[in-house]
Nanobody
Framework: QVQLVESGGGLVRPGGSAELSCQAS????????MAWYRQTPGKQRERVVL???????NYEDSVKDRFNASGDIVRGTLNLHMNNLKLEDTAVYYC????????WGQGTQVTVSS
């Protein structure tokens, strides 16, 4: 079994930056990919970034010029550095392993507000 714990988040002013971290534990050898998702009430959960075990990283278009992901799937880590945050980035951010039907963290709130 894989457990995921997110850290980071909080209140950030527009244009500011934030750092999110995710650490997996347990049977991390079964992890083939990890991702950050985000969700706001009334909207579908959106994948922000995906990193594969081979190191390939894919970003959602709305964040690709502002967010930077790094991670080590073998060690079960995935970080997300967010720059130039906008009001629309406000969401609960979730770390996942092995796709949408895999494992999920509890989420961490990122609020962008003046």
């Amino acid at each position: 079994q894989v457990q995921l714990v997110e850290s980071g988040g909080g209140l950030v002013r527009p244009g500011g930056s934030a750092e999110l971290s995710c650490q997996a534990s347990g049977m991390i050898f079964v992890i083939g990919n990890m991702a950050w998702y985000r969700q706001t009430p009334g909207k579908q959960r959106e994948r922000v970034v995906l990193i594969s075990k081979g190191g390939n990283i894919n970003y959602e278009d709305s964040v690709k010029d502002r967010f930077n992901a790094s991670g080590d799937i073998v060690r079960g880590t995935l970080n997300l550095h967010m720059n130039n945050l906008k009001l629309e980035d406000t969401a609960v951010y979730y770390c996942s392993a092995n796709g949408p039907y895999g494992n999920w963290g509890q989420g961490t709130q990122v609020t962008v507000s003046s």
